[in-house]
């Protein structure tokens, strides 16, 4: 099936998926049956959501030679979770969450209301699973299993992104100058080596990097060098802005035939004899020969009807971007402040702060104690590098889940697939998903060690 043009549109009243989703069901069982077919299957996927997950996506299905149609509640795309997050494409900064050295830390955090992580204890069955699955992976085993999971998924998507960018020719003000992670202690420079030795071992570059160097990779350090001790430094990393390059993608889907339907909501999915059958909104009934959920956090109650429980929490995370004063006093490299938990990266002509994580549900009201905690520390380490007072400030969901390592691939239901649960990785891991996905739902398997659902 070819793509539209931009001005045609689907005429989904002669749409059927009987045939594509027969095919879909039987190639399912086994790939050799897929012989039984001529030609590639070509199939009319629905994407739900326009972030960074639904937009690679699509882009990647619309390779494949797929009718695509991406349903979005917002007006344009990246505006929620993908919209003002710290920036950082950061393979060599994927350590998981999960394991038994952050436990006191957390729990010691858990008594500021300016802490990196705040975990606000509520009446919620669904964030005490999701804590109790959480201590699971806190096992030197599993911590292991989800480092080489998310490294390998990791370095997979950053050769995509290096592709789609050759190939889109898209302006993000991309900094490929590599990260820095910074340590106060030195025990904390120690915790960040043993991490760096890890990550490197596993193929991936992290070196330590006394602080000599650091302040010669970043001179703008050199404000706030009496606070650190070592530094730990990733060459591969870099940086760029994620809004403006989904933006910039969304539209290039478009472009190409994909149909973007903004400002509306998906009510329900509609499933019958184990296939997805059409996605509901607020304003049409969509028939699909196979869907995406790519909502982030949101992912899981759009599926708990269908019995399918997702273990996915959300994590608010917080951001200021602010403009530059003195463009000499601004890192190019981008900072990650261990201590604090925040980054540090220049966006073209701005600052962007970002970080922390606050475990309170849905909740995505700007906690002023928290937004004041970003700037004051911007003040400290880049004192003459922008103007702290004029910040905007922002907050969004990260869909975490308790391994840290996203659900990517198939569910129990054949033409229903999964793009979430990337937690703070979206942007790091966001065209590798993306083009893993596709290769899915058309029936292949990636090229990359990741423990895909449904393979």
Same mark, same amino acid.
């Given at each position: ?13 002669? &749409? ?135 490294? &390998? ?303």
């Amino acid at each position: 099936m070819r793509g539209l043009t931009p001005n045609q549109k689907c005429d989904y009243s002669v &749409h059927s998926p009987t045939v594509a989703s027969v095919k879909l069901k039987i190639a399912a069982i086994t790939p050799s049956l897929r012989q039984l077919f001529e030609g590639p299957l070509f199939m009319h996927v629905v994407v739900l959501g326009a972030g960074i997950m639904g937009t690679t996506s699509a882009w990647y299905l619309l390779e494949a030679g797929h009718e695509v149609t991406v349903i979005e509640r917002q007006p344009a795309a990246a505006l929620e979770t993908s919209f003002a997050n710290g920036g950082q494409r950061s393979v060599g900064h994927v350590e998981p969450w999960a394991s038994w050295a952050t436990l006191p830390q957390a729990v010691l955090w858990s008594l500021r209301e300016d802490a990196p992580l705040l975990f606000r204890l509520r009446a919620d069955p669904a964030q005490w699973r999701w804590g109790l699955q959480f201590l699971r992976e806190c096992s030197a085993a599993r911590y292991q299993h989800n480092l080489q999971q998310l490294l &390998h998924l990791g370095l997979y998507s950053r050769v995509a992104m290096s592709e789609l960018q050759s190939k889109t020719g898209i302006q993000d003000h991309s900094l490929e100058r590599g990260t820095l992670n910074i340590y106060d202690t030195p025990a904390a420079w120690a915790r960040g080596c043993a991490a760096a030795e890890k990550i490197s071992a596993l193929g991936y570059p992290r070196f330590k990097t006394d602080m000599s160097a650091a302040l010669a990779l970043e001179p703008a350090l050199h404000a706030s060098s009496k606070h650190w001790v070592g530094a730990t430094y990733t060459p591969g990393d870099g940086s760029g802005d994620a809004h403006l390059f989904i933006d910039a993608l969304a539209k290039q889907c478009s472009a190409r035939g994909a149909r973007f339907l903004y400002n509306r909501s998906v009510q329900r999915l509609v499933a019958s004899g184990g296939m997805l059958r059409s996605v509901v909104t607020d304003g049409e009934s969509i028939p699909a020969d196979a869907v995406v959920v790519a909502c982030g956090s949101f992912s899981t109650a759009l599926l708990q009807p269908l019995g399918i429980r997702l273990p996915i929490y959300p994590v608010k995370g917080y951001s200021a971007t602010v403009p530059i004063h003195n463009e000499r006093a601004v890192p190019t490299v981008s900072i990650t402040d261990d201590a604090h938990k925040l980054v540090f990266t220049r966006l073209g002509d701005t600052l962007r702060i970002a970080g922390t994580a606050e475990f309170n549900g849905y909740d995505v009201s700007l906690n002023a104690k928290r937004c004041q905690a970003l700037i004051a520390r911007a003040q400290t380490l880049f004192p003459a590098a922008a103007h702290y007072d004029q910040p905007i400030f922002w907050a969004g969901l990260r869909p975490a889940t308790p391994s840290n390592c996203p659900l990517i691939g198939r569910t129990r239901i054949h033409n229903l697939y999964l793009n979430t649960g990337h937690g703070t990785l979206g942007w790091t891991l966001g065209a590798g998903s993306g083009k893993a996905l596709a290769e899915i739902v058309g029936g292949a398997t990636p090229a990359v060690d990741f423990n895909f659902l449904g393979l």
